[in-house]
């Protein structure tokens, strides 16, 4: 299995021998480190597309090396039947139909400015495009909006998998280590309520709902903290994404810009198109429902 093996991590987010996906990576004979395959997953992802300014760290936003040097255990890898990210409990202040944004920030509202970015992909480590991430925290004094919906909103996966929140560092309020909480939906799918928490923070070692599987990696960068998390849904997959077959007398092709309502046929059935996007090889219809629903 991809990033297979043992971690040691601490309540306080602290890890030894983890690779780029935040999973433990065995060393190869000879010494050398073998790479995870989402971890190139991601890369290619990301280089399908120009990266916003906010997020032209690059790297380090991809799961790379935490500030300390190490790489907590932020999500199970996926591939091929490991675990998904851990379900969390969705506490007393959740509220439904908040707005769909991708900033949280407003206008007078203090508070260290936080990007939190990464994708969701699927247990063969494919993006899954079309997903709903609602997510709810405190503000910077620790307190949550229960009559309004400031720092609430929900917002979906682009084509590639790919999710960017901007918001600020949530507060502290006793019992809690610092933490946003979020629920994520495929299309079709049941909904993930869980927690993503914030390295080396000293509450992390008292707080009993903390998970250090559930750690961002977190860094300092463009005047506030940005984050990434890569969240892997229950959701079966062909292994991918690898040579293309040939469309067996389809109009399916790859390469093609696919709008929504668009209409294919694919190894002798026709598919509608549900979410904008590039055809990529390992993105055939009959492979991704979240992107195709069959006719």
């Not at 996906?21 to 989402?38: E, F, I, N, T, W």
């Not at 280590?177 to 309520?193: E, F, G, I, S, Y």
């Not at 390469?255 to 390992?282: F, I, K």
Request: glycine share 14%.
């Amino acid at each position: 299995m991809d990033g297979a093996g043992t971690h040691d991590t601490d309540r306080n987010g602290n890890g030894t021998g983890t690779g780029d996906d935040g999973a433990h990576v065995p060393d190869a004979p000879g010494g050398a480190r073998l790479v995870g395959r989402k971890t190139v997953l991601r890369a290619a992802l990301a280089a399908t597309a120009a990266i916003p300014l906010a997020l032209a760290g690059g790297p380090a936003l991809a799961r790379t090396l935490a500030a300390s040097g190490t790489e907590p255990q932020l999500t199970p890898p996926c591939d091929d039947g490991d675990d998904p990210t851990p379900e969390q409990i969705e506490g007393p202040y959740f509220k439904p139909h908040s707005p769909e944004r991708t900033s949280l920030l407003e206008p007078g509202v203090p508070g260290t400015r936080l990007t939190v970015s990464g994708y969701v992909f699927g247990r063969a480590c494919r993006p899954l495009s079309g997903v709903l991430l609602d997510f709810w925290q405190a503000d910077d004094n620790g307190a949550y909006d229960n009559t309004g919906f400031r720092f609430r909103g929900h917002q979906y996966t682009d084509s590639r998998g790919a999710f960017a929140l901007t918001t600020i560092v949530p507060g502290l309020y006793p019992g809690r280590t610092r933490h946003l909480h979020v629920k994520v939906q495929a299309p079709n799918r049941p909904v993930l309520t869980t927690q993503l928490y914030f390295p080396n923070e000293p509450r992390n070692n008292t707080d009993t709902i903390f998970d250090p599987r559930l750690l961002m990696t977190v860094r300092d960068g463009n005047g506030g903290r940005e984050a990434a998390f890569d969240f892997v849904l229950d959701v079966a997959q062909d292994p991918g994404p690898g040579p293309s077959p040939t469309p067996p007398g389809g109009t399916w092709a790859v390469g093609t810009a696919y709008r929504a309502g668009d209409q294919v046929t694919y190894g002798g059935r026709g598919y509608v198109c549900l979410q904008p996007h590039t055809a990529q090889p390992g993105w055939e219809p009959p492979s991704v429902p979240a992107l195709w629903r069959a006719v």
